[in-house]
């Protein structure tokens, strides 16, 4: 079974801190995705990944940036953490063969930024 | 502009009250449509894919069907531990996600 692991439950930041979100994932797979959940605005991609150091802007990329220097790992960065940026984050991944296929969740880091 | 809209966005059902959630898309091209489970403080849990219109899939108490325009996740007679948010997602060249239905099942 494939396990997407986030190194943080919950975390908990000052406004203007760089923060770094992790993720890892056990099933070689080539796409890894960063998504944000928020009430009433349902899942929006942040940014993926299709390989390593390749990346693509999703949805809303601003303020964020990702890192993929091995292929099990893609972190997500808050540059300058802002009190709009208080969510919860989603990491998931999928092997290779198209992005139209289930996706495999993490279970998440909720982020507050004070 | 692709979308993908749930609904109802809440409902609450006794226990053994079969009901459906809906799930409209207006995606060109569909590749695949995705159902998923969420509990609290956890992560999307993959449920079924369905690729065509007409086609189904079961899963213990739920069966999601599609059409051209939409798609449906019916719960026949729900239990409390059917209890969650439920997720569609569709897309052909990207995923869409809903905003969810939020499932609660009284005892």
């Known amino acids: 079974d494939v396990k997407v692991t986030q190194s943080s439950r919950y975390l908990v930041k000052r406004t203007g801190e760089k923060v770094f979100l992790e993720c890892v994932q056990d099933?070689?797979?080539?796409?890894m995705f960063w998504y944000r959940q928020d009430p009433g605005l349902g899942l929006r991609l942040i940014y993926f990944?299709?390989?390593?150091?390749?990346?693509e802007k999703g949805d809303i990329p601003e303020g964020y940036s990702v890192s993929r220097e091995k292929k099990e790992r893609f972190s997500l960065i808050l540059e300058s953490a802002s009190t709009n940026q208080t969510s919860m984050y989603l990491c998931?991944?999928?092997?290779?063969?198209?992005?139209?296929?289930?996706?495999?969740f993490g279970d998440g880091t909720r982020l507050s930024i004070l | 502009e692709d979308q993908v809209t749930q609904s109802p966005e809440a409902l609450r059902l006794q226990e053994g009250e079969s009901s459906s959630l809906n799930c409209s898309y207006t995606?060109?091209?569909?590749?695949?449509l995705f159902w998923y489970r969420q509990d609290p403080g956890k992560g999307p849990e993959f449920l079924f894919t369905?690729?065509?219109a007409g086609e189904e899939k079961e899963k213990e108490r739920l069966k999601a069907t599609l059409t051209k325009k939409e798609s449906f996740l019916h719960i026949t007679a729900p239990k409390p531990e059917d209890s969650a948010t439920y997720l569609c997602?569709?897309?052909?060249?990207?995923?869409?996600f809903g905003k969810g239905t939020r499932l609660h099942i009284l005892p």
């Open positions: 099933m070689d797979h080539e796409n």
């Open positions: 990944s299709y390989d390593v150091k390749m990346k």
């Open positions: 995606v060109s091209g569909l590749r695949g």
């Open positions: 997602a569709a897309g052909d060249d990207k995923i869409i």
């Open positions: 998931a991944s999928i092997p290779s063969g198209g992005l139209i296929q289930p996706q495999h």
């Open positions: 369905l690729y065509s």
